[in-house]
């Protein structure tokens, strides 16, 4: 019944969803801090100047707990008071769908990369945040189409200088990347 944060589903072997909060925490991250709660990053990242990315990892017990995680984690946003500062990803659409029946004002974006443009903006999801070679090899040609009909865009995770040169370009309004440094450099000489 605790929200956590962390990247995978296993933490130190442990499967997140069936163990305990107080058994999970006994580990520590590899920087040697405590396992994050939902609520202490939303805490942490509370400012005037943060955006908060909100990724709701499916559930491997199937799409009834993933739609119960979600009515959790968008009722600690709300208790936060940072629902017009968040945007809530997940490579599972059923997951969005859920947020959108609770607030169909949500910024949404869809991970999976298998659904058009025209097919995300028939649900109400807001954007879409696919691998970056969906945009540059599978399906260039979704970048405009999701601009004609309003989605945001957002490509992840582009690293090599010459794709984000790319998506610069092409004017995403978001690049998830491990580089930062850089992307700020190279948008800096585009201004």
Request: no cysteine; hydrophobic share 35%.
């Amino acid at each position: 019944e605790v929200l956590i944060i962390n990247h995978d589903e296993h933490h130190h072997a442990l499967d997140i969803e069936k163990t305990n909060y107080a058994d999970l925490i006994k580990y520590p991250l590899t920087n040697g801090e405590k396992l994050p709660t939902l609520k202490e990053y939303l805490k942490a990242g509370k400012n005037k100047f943060t955006s908060m990315i909100v990724e709701i990892k499916p559930s491997p017990q199937g799409a009834s707990h993933g739609r119960y995680i979600a009515q959790k984690v968008y009722d600690e946003v709300k208790e936060q008071k940072l629902l017009g500062k968040s945007t809530f990803i997940s490579f599972d659409i059923e997951i969005l769908k859920k947020l959108l029946e609770i607030d169909r004002n949500l910024s949404t974006q869809y991970l999976n990369g298998d659904k058009s443009p025209a097919e995300i903006k028939s649900i109400g999801i807001t954007g879409i945040d696919y691998h970056y070679s969906v945009f540059k090899t599978q399906h260039p040609d979704w970048i405009e189409e999701a601009k004609k009909i309003r989605l945001d865009l957002n490509a992840w995770t582009v690293n090599d200088p010459a794709d984000l040169e790319f998506f610069i370009a092409k004017k995403f309004n978001q690049i998830t990347t491990n580089e930062p440094e850089l992307l700020n450099e190279l948008l800096k000489t585009k201004k």
